[in-house]
Structure formats: structure tokens, C-alpha cells
């Protein structure tokens, strides 16, 4: 009960995140609302009745690499025993709008590390359009990075989440796909997965809307019980075994949608949390306490089954505390230094969960997309609030801002 509880806040820590750079650890905030949010729309009965309950998952009838059962705890079942032989995945991700100030964190970062079979390390970025640097998801898109979806207006609050209907999902993730392409120059079949506002799922919903734009698999699904051993991604063709930790959850059929389950973490007094800036109880602010802590949740998957290993935040985090950005960066500098570590953007880590290998887990590196960006400056206005806004596209400027129903900034017609 008390880390079940636990994980909730941590979770509304998560969520309140999203909208401050600072919280109080007892998980008050001061979350400023986004304005002229459209009203959580009611969750239409048929959208649940037309997708068939999930059974309970087999083996002999899941089969890599179009399907995966939520209890595989290894990549493959001939791999017992030989866990230290198979590649230890980071994924790294950063929620929310890409600006000048945390893409200069990004770059410091990433910046001279490479994995071990010679390619670039990467993240994947979950972005949210609203005050979005278009130019610069270019540069981190021509990079290597992964470019994902968090929709465009990211809601207000939990409650538009918990209740959208496909149609809501379908347009806040299929305007941000349109936009991405139309501004920052990132082709949409290269866009595989999303991350829901506030890890705030609803049911069937999401994941069949996701499924209809084109994605591939979703991260917003949080799992406190499968933490040690650590859950590997799975698919949604049979029922899920994973915690519901934040609901309502899907238990419908999704033929070959994959889920990667957000591993918790554990904080310095044994809760769990979802995100990194979620953790009530962070170590002291001092490089070497967080870069312990930080490698002790390492450990439970390097020295355990090999799942993995999510760190999921928001660049807001290291405004937080004087060394979290020199604890991270020493951290994960740390990792690269690992003969079996790979650092990789989600969708890629993917690739290896499909077809699992002992040993190096790609023959050769990802190409680089051809993405090329004439950076120019918008002033156009927000018309549903009349604010006026500057915005870094690629190549030309909209008419007026985008948003939700108008990704492309078209004039409307009175």
C-alpha cells in the first residue's frame, strides 16, 4: 500500500512537471493552466465495442517479431543464463518543448558519446508544440535524435486525457505529426511513438487512436510491480499483466502495438516514481549522492535481466538543484564507457526487442536523415486568446499560429 501510494504522487509530481520548473516535495505546485483548452470531451461507448477483449497471452501463439507476451522477462527464453551477454539499452527521453536553453543542454550532453559498435548515442524527445523551437527539433532530428509525439495543446489536466475519445486523440497527435513535418522538416514515417500528457491514458483509446495515425508503440504506461526483474516492451495482441497504475488501462486487442513500460525508479527512501523529476525524495543535491543513486537504479537492471533502462524527464529538472546537470551528464558519460551499453532512442531499442541477439544487437548504424532547414523567425498571432507570438520555423512562415485543427497555420475564412 505504501508504495502503491507512493507511486501516485509520484505521478502527480510527474504530471504538475510538466507545467512548472519547480516542486515542493510534498508534491504541491503551482501549475499554470494552458488557456482556451477544448472541454474533456465524453468517451463514446462504441469506440470500446469495436475492439475485442484481450485473452490471456501464450507463448506458442506470440511470437517475435510482431508480438511479445507482457511476462517474457528475458528477449528470448534460450538467453536463461546468459544475461550478462545481452546489450544493456538506456533510453533516455526528455518530455515537452524543445527551446534555446535546454537544447544547449542537449548538446552538452550527448555531445562525444558514442556507442559501442561505433554509432551516435541518442534520446528520444516527446514533444509538445506550444512555445516549440522547430528550428532546433531540425538540428536534433538531422543529429540521430528521436523525434515523438506529446500533442499539441497537452490538455488541462488529467481529466481531458482520462476521457478523449479516439477522434480527440487521433487530432492532437495527428496535428502535431503534420506540424513536425511542416516546420521542423521531420519526415512522419521516421515518428514511431507518443507519450499521453501526465502519463494520463484513456483505456482502448489511446493506444487504438496511436495505432490508426501510424505509431508503432506507445511510453506513458508506468509499472511499480515489474521493476525487479524489470519488464522488457511487450505488444497489446493478448491481455496486459502490468500494473494499472494510473487508469484507466487498456484490455482490448491491438494486433503488433507495442507498450514500453516505464520502469520505475526508486528514490532514497524506497518509493517509486515514474520520471526522474517525479521522485519525492531525490538524494542530496551533491554530484556524487546523485550519480550513486543514479547508478544504483542502474544496477537492478544491468546486474538483472538486462530490460531497458528508462530515464524519463523534463530539462526542467536541472534547474531544480546546482549539480543535477553535472550529476547527469557524469552519469551517463559514466555509462558510455561500458562495452554493452547503448544508448538509443526508443524506436531503435525496439529493433533489438524484435529480433534479440547475445552480443553487439545491429550489424550497422542508422542513417542520418536529409532534412535541410532555412531558419526563419514568425510574429503571428494565437487566434483563439488574440496573443501575439514569435515562433523558429523551418523555411516559411505560417500565417497565424498553429494549433489544434489548424497544425499548418492557414488563414481561416470568416
Avoid at 96 to 116: I, R
Avoid at 388 to 412: F, I, T
Amino acid at each position: 500500500m505504501k508504495c502503491s501510494t507512493l507511486l501516485l504522487v509520484s505521478v502527480l509530481l510527474c504530471t504538475a512537471a510538466l507545467l512548472s520548473v519547480a516542486q515542493k516535495q510534498s508534491g504541491k505546485s503551482k501549475a499554470k493552466k494552458l488557456k482556451n483548452k477544448p472541454k474533456a470531451p465524453v468517451q463514446p461507448e462504441e469506440e470500446l465495442l469495436l475492439l475485442p477483449k484481450a485473452e490471456n497471452c501464450k507463448a506458442a501463439n506470440c511470437k517475435l517479431p510482431d508480438c511479445r507476451c507482457s511476462d517474457t522477462i528475458l528477449p528470448r527464453s534460450k538467453f536463461q543464463g546468459k544475461e550478462n551477454e545481452i546489450p544493456q539499452f538506456v533510453t533516455i527521453t526528455f518530455d515537452d518543448a524543445v527551446n534555446a536553453v535546454n537544447y544547449a543542454q542537449y548538446e552538452l550532453l550527448f555531445s562525444g558519446l558514442t556507442n559501442p559498435d561505433g554509432c551516435m548515442a541518442s534520446g528520444t524527445f516527446f514533444l509538445s508544440h506550444e512555445y516549440t523551437d522547430y528550428v532546433r527539433v531540425n538540428a536534433l532530428y538531422r543529429a540521430g535524435h528521436e523525434i515523438a509525439l506529446h500533442s499539441v495543446t497537452h490538455g488541462d489536466g488529467t481529466d481531458y486525457w482520462r476521457a478523449a475519445d479516439v477522434a480527440t486523440i487521433e487530432q492532437e497527435f495527428g496535428d502535431q505529426l503534420q506540424m513536425l513535418a511542416a516546420f521542423a522538416k521531420v519526415d512522419p514515417k521516421s515518428v514511431q511513438g507518443m507519450r499521453l500528457p501526465f502519463l494520463q491514458i484513456s483505456g482502448n483509446n489511446s493506444f487504438a487512436a496511436a495505432q490508426r495515425l501510424g505509431l508503432s508503440y506507445d511510453s506513458s504506461w508506468p509499472t511499480q510491480q515489474f521493476k525487479e526483474p524489470a519488464m522488457w516492451p511487450y505488444t497489446l495482441d493478448y491481455r496486459s499483466k502490468q500494473d494499472c497504475q494510473i487508469g484507466p488501462c487498456p484490455d482490448a486487442s491491438i494486433p503488433g502495438f507495442w507498450v514500453n513500460p516505464m520502469v520505475t525508479w526508486t528514490d532514497t527512501e524506497g518509493y517509486s516514481c515514474s520520471m526522474i523529476d517525479a521522485c519525492v525524495y531525490p538524494p542530496q543535491d551533491k554530484v556524487d549522492a546523485l550519480f550513486d543513486w543514479m547508478l544504483e537504479n542502474f544496477n537492478r537492471h544491468y546486474e538483472g535481466n538486462r530490460a531497458p533502462f528508462g530515464m524519463y524527464l523534463h530539462a526542467a529538472w536541472f534547474s531544480r538543484g546546482r549539480n543535477y546537470f553535472a550529476a547527469f551528464k557524469k552519469f551517463i558519460h559514466h555509462l558510455n564507457t561500458y562495452p554493452d551499453v547503448y544508448l538509443t532512442g526508443i524506436s531503435r531499442m525496439l529493433e533489438y526487442v524484435k529480433k534479440p541477439v547475445l552480443g553487439a544487437p545491429f550489424k550497422g548504424c542508422p542513417a542520418m536523415p536529409e532534412a535541410a532547414c532555412h531558419a526563419v523567425q514568425c510574429h503571428v498571432q494565437k487566434v483563439s486568446t488574440g496573443e501575439e507570438r514569435y515562433m523558429n520555423v523551418c523555411d516559411k512562415c505560417p500565417a497565424v499560429y498553429p494549433w489544434l485543427g489548424n497544425p499548418l497555420g492557414q488563414q481561416q475564412q470568416l
